[in-house]
Nanobody, 115 residues
């Protein structure tokens, strides 16, 4: 069973930064574009950033210019650097494939932006 394990969340003040990390199996990271998703209470899960194997990236308008996604295929990791955080970024963040049917969702990592 493929497992995705997210980490790095926490409580941060508005304007602050966090770096999220996700580790998974080698076969997944060697084949698929990967993405970071988030789900706020009462809202649907949304894709906020994705990166293909070659490193090309794309971002949701709501995070463009503030978040940066990166991947290390050798270490089977994908990361999300989040700067200039806003209260509306508060959510549980997950990583998963960016295309096709998602793998089993990990536990996610909670990001709370509050003063």
């Amino acid at each position: 069973q493929v497992q995705l394990v997210e980490s790095g969340g926490g409580l941060v003040q508005p304007g602050g930064s966090l770096r999220l990390s996700c580790v998974g199996s080698a076969i997944i990271f060697s084949i698929f574009p990967m993405g970071w998703y988030r789900q706020a209470p009462g809202q649907q899960r949304e894709l906020v950033a994705h990166i293909n194997r070659g490193g090309s990236t794309n971002y949701a308008d709501s995070v463009k210019g503030r978040f940066t996604i990166s991947r290390d295929n050798a270490k089977n990791t994908v990361s999300l650097q989040m700067n200039s955080l806003k209260p509306e970024d508060t959510a549980v963040y997950y990583c998963n494939k960016a295309v096709g049917s998602p793998l089993s969702w990990g536990q996610g990592t909670q990001v709370t932006v509050s003063s």
